[in-house]
Structure formats: C-alpha cells, structure tokens
C-alpha cells in the first residue's frame, strides 16, 4: 500500500469525479480520507435534510453506496487497473434518524480478499467485490456487491 503522499493524486482525481456529478455535487460529499483499508466520505446536513429535520434516507444509501464505489475504484487505481464499477445489488438497514453532518465509511466485507478480487478482474475482465458501509455511529449499515469491468 502506498504512503499518504502516493494516495493524495489517487484522492484527488477520485474526488474530481464525485464532484462531476451533478446529484454527488448537490449533496456537498467530499472525500474525508483512506486508511486501514477504509474510504471515508462526508457530506454536510443542511444538503441532505428531510422534512423531519433529520438526514433524508435517500442521502444516507447514496453517501454508503458511493463510499463503495470510491472503494473499489480506489484499490483498482492503486493496483493500477482501468475499470468501469457499478453497484450490482444491495441491502440497507436503517437503525437511527441522524442529525448531523453525514460521516460514512466503507471497506471490504469481511472474508472478501482484494488480491483474490485483481487476480479475477486480470483473469476474466471483470470481478466482484462485496463491500460494508456504515454511518458513524451505527445509524445505518449497507452491503453492496460491486462489479469491476475492464475499459475496452
């Protein structure tokens, strides 16, 4: 794994593509950081509120669903593949309203192996990945199966 230097490009170019997309820009997610093989994304309450004055829960599967996705997209650009990543299915549970700011993470669910994972995207150009995420806090959890397919 590369040190904090090496990632911060990675970061920021993954960063640049959440902020081009039109519905990620008005929910205000940023990239808060990866470390100990977990990406984490925030986005501030005032974007994301509902008519409860909580945090709508729309905003919550989109923050734990593009945290997966920023995932598998980080660790295929570390490993220095080019891939397309798509949310196959997934499962959300809501446990508490949140009324603060969105504060997600996200990290391979457990049993599932990354080498395993490049050495199938090599072999077939295409490759599953089941990732965990979660609201800090335990407000609620997502896990998503999420596709890799080779450009071209």
Known sequence: MPDTADLAPLLHDLQT??????????????????????LRLTAPAA???????NAFG??????????????????LSLAGREAGVY?????????????GDLETSARAAPGEDWEAFLEQFD???????TIRAQIEGGAAELEGRFVALAKG
């Not at 593509?17 to 977990?38: C, E, F, K, S």
């Not at 734990?64 to 980080?74: E, F, I, Q, R």
């Not at 949310?87 to 009324?99: E, F, G, K, L, Q």
């Open 17 to 38: 593509t959440l902020a081009a997309m039109p519905p990620v820009a008005a929910m205000g997610i940023r990239i808060a950081g990866y470390d100990n093989g977990a």
């Open 47 to 53: 974007a994301n509120v509902n008519d409860k004055g």
């Open 58 to 75: 729309g905003s919550l599967a989109s923050v734990m669903t593009l945290a997966g996705w920023g995932l598998v997209s980080l660790r």
């Open 87 to 99: 949310v196959a299915d997934s499962s959300i549970r809501y446990r508490a309203p949140v009324y």
């Open 123 to 129: 072999k077939r150009g295409r490759a599953r990945m």
